[in-house]
């Protein structure tokens, strides 16, 4: 990663006033350190922040950044997470810095979006921040370093708490041929993660979305499904499967989808993705810029997308709930909606590692 010389004199002064609140063992305030990585493009500050958070791990710097979270257990899908607040899918794409995220109190971690090949993504800028709508746009396009990398990653890992592992399709591999693409992710990460979610919602990978729908979801939940039990007699161990949706559908079309999961005995749903709404920010700057929304305009939409899917499974299917959690009361929210967990982004960037410990107690306390 190349900085400029004001890049890397913003990053000197970050280093320098992380190292003395260490020494003099002061708080930090998320907000300036926000502010000071907000002065870099919103990708650079993204990769330095990971690379920060890992070395600081490694230094044992972290403590004065985590606030401590309460144990507040919950079992879904059969299996034991710590606590129900997950980091959500591509913050750590390639799972190079899961021990210093996990250090953070994050109940479990979802890797990934990961494709069999490594991928550049989409050309940058691809990625931008609207900052008075405390949001982001993306269209990343699944740059990643591969599925054999993240598992090797996963391999080295100290963290013990659940780790899923999201995986998608090549960019260059026709829709048509995708469920080829989303075997070799499962076989290759069924060992090593405590779930797999299949991400078919995102809207950077031309015509992934279609996969949502009818009968191109239901033969690939059927191909996944059939993988999933042969790879459990061959390891001696059920590993669970997730299925990432949009925000974007329907009341018809969340039904069928939920009908889809049910027949197939899916073992959970992930609800949702980005949207390609910009109701919530019009006039706003980089507004029209292609890709997917996240961030507070998302908070409704994805909300009311697990109250209908609750609706429709009652309790024969779990949800995850993801998308425009700002707050802990926001993170409740979606557990009376009908989610039995929920995933942090958007919010984790915004309000830094204290939304983690206010999601744990706002909903053990009001849940």
Sequence with gaps: MKLSFVHRCIFLLLCKYISNIYQYGMPMPYSLLRSLLFQLSPEVSHE???EWMSAGHRLKLLKPFIPKIEAAPVEVMGIKFPNPVGLAAGLDKNADHIDALGALGFGFLELGTVTPRPQPGNPKP???RLKDQQAIINRMGFNNKGVDHLVEQVKKTRFEGPIGINIGKNFDTPVEDAMSDYIKG???????ASYIAVNVSSPNTPGLRSLQHGDALNELLDAI???QLLLSKQYGRYVP???KIAPDMDEQEI???ANSLKEREIDGVIAGNTTLARDKVKGASFADEAG???GAPLTEKSTHVIRLLKSELSDSIPIIGVGGIMSGEMALDKIRAGASLVQLYTGFIY???KIIRNSVEAIRFGG
């Design 126 to 128: 691809r990625l931008f």
């Design 255 to 257: 039904a069928q989808v």
């Design 48 to 50: 330095l922040s990971l």
């Design 186 to 192: 499962l076989r290759a990460a069924y060992e090593h």
């Design 351 to 353: 309000e830094g590692p």
């Design 241 to 243: 499967v997730a299925v």
């Design 225 to 227: 499904k059939e993988e």
């Design 292 to 294: 997917g929304l996240s």
